[in-house]
């Protein structure tokens, strides 16, 4: 039975997904058989533990969520040695996620080299975004030596967001969409058209918004002074950044958003306060690029078990035409959180990550990358 499985490691676990070709034999279209997901920090040996729960299906594929492939990779690849190698390269590009997503693709290797690796790009969605929103202003040489350009993550996820988006609105043509992904990584796109014209993370996963552990924006000049003060290397502000840093650095150590969202302690409430503040204020400028806006949608880990906090997130925007209902919510997804008087549509839906991913696979390699009918 050709089933595949999807991983998508991001920085606090791993979605794991196996799908199967749909047994009606003229659809081709893959149904998820099994899915989980495995918390990061708690689990000592991943590899183990997805073989063990995926022990009953014979796999003929995985596919790999890789956050970066820098300016070499953004469509999907079969994984080779040579292209591995060059995974290897990037591993500081994303110091959260590629090590995970290289880890899992030589472990899985190793247990079994006759399982086809597909890997597929956080970036892919917003390789072409338009070279103003790519540009960073630095010195042409740098820039070329280096290759440096807002990338953009979350790509699965903000285009099936759209895609979701498309669903509740078939017919719509011209048409102007926020989405925003909100897990332990948080990022926002505007997308016209269907298409991106800007996101908020940037050369690496931590611009923009304020993260879990990552501290999105952040005055450079701040970093240089901080470097001098503190004598930090190059790694120790990886780690101050990256890890240290997001909601849990500013509330002190709380990391669960559900719990610091409901928190009366002042420093929990500043922690809310900065994560809203930065979403309305990318959102605003979000409005103004995309000059209006139709819809926003809101996916990821924090929006889709939180509708309160989603509403608390939208709230206070009734000057942009965004009205969002007061009543209690219920949570199943796809939800809708605005008025029936809001300018803006407001939903929040379960963003098909693993679909997404499947997808591009197929789309890349349509001739030797086949789902076939399972039999019966
Ligand atoms: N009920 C909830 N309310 C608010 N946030 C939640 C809730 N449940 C989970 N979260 C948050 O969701 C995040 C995980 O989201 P997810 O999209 O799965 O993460 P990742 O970015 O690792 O893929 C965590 O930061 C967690 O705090
Ligand atoms: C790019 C990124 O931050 O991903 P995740 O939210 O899955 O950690
Ligand atoms: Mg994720």
């Known amino acids: ?36 997901h495995i918390n990061v920090e708690k689990c000592k040996n991943a590899i183990e533990q997805l073989r063990t729960v995926t022990a009953d299906h014979a796999l003929s594929a ?38 995970k997503a290289i880890n899992l693709i030589e472990g899985w290797h190793r247990l079994d080299d006759t399982i086809r690796i597909f890997a597929v790009f956080d970036t892919d969605f917003f390789a072409d975004l338009p070279v103003v929103a790519q540009a960073y202003g630095l010195p042409r040489a740098l820039i ?47 997308i016209r058209d269907g298409k991106p014209v800007d996101t908020s993370m940037g050369f690496t996963p931590n611009e923009g918004l304020l993260m879990r ?28 950044l990256n890890h240290e840093a997001g909601w849990r650095g500013v ?19 500043l922690a809310f306060a900065l994560f809203r503040y930065r979403f309305q204020k990318t959102l605003g400028s979000y409005f103004a690029v995309l000059g209006g806006l139709d819809g926003i949608v809101l996916s990821g880990g924090i929006a889709e078990h939180n509708p309160a906090l989603c509403q608390q997130l939208l709230s206070g925007l009734s000057h942009l035409g965004i009205e969002i209902h007061t009543e209690p919510v219920e949570s199943n997804l796809p939800l809708s959180l605005s008025s029936s008087t809001s300018q803006v549509q407001c939903w929040v839906v379960a963003a098909d990550e693993a679909g997404a991913m499947l997808h591009s696979v197929q789309e890349q390699f349509p001739n030797d990358f086949t789902v076939q009918p399972a039999a019966g």
């Open 144 to 190: 070329e030596k280096h290759r440096i350009r807002r990338y953009g993550f979350h790509g699965f996820a903000h285009q099936d967001m759209v895609r979701q988006w498309l669903q509740k609105n078939p017919h719509r043509q011209d048409f102007a969409v926020v989405t925003a992904q909100l897990g332990s990584g948080c990022s926002m796109a505007a």
């Open 213 to 240: 552990t990552r501290s999105g924006d952040i005055d450079p000049g701040l970093l240089i002074w901080l470097q001098q003060q503190e004598g930090w290397s190059s790694d120790e502000i990886d780690y101050q």
């Open 251 to 269: 509330s002190g150590g709380v990391d669960n958003m559900a719990e610091l969202f409901v928190s009366d302690h002042p420093q929990c409430r």
């Open 62 to 99: 995985l596919i790999v969520r890789v956050v970066h492939g820098g300016s070499v990779f953004s469509s999907p690849i079969e994984v080779s040695g040579g292209s591995l190698n060059q995974l290897r390269s990037m591993v500081s590009l994303a110091p959260l996620h590629n090590k």
């Open 1 to 36: 039975m050709p089933d595949i499985l999807v991983l998508n490691p991001g920085s606090s676990n791993i979605k794991w997904t196996v799908f199967r070709a749909s047994p009606e034999p003229r659809s081709g279209i893959p149904s998820i058989i099994a899915e989980g």
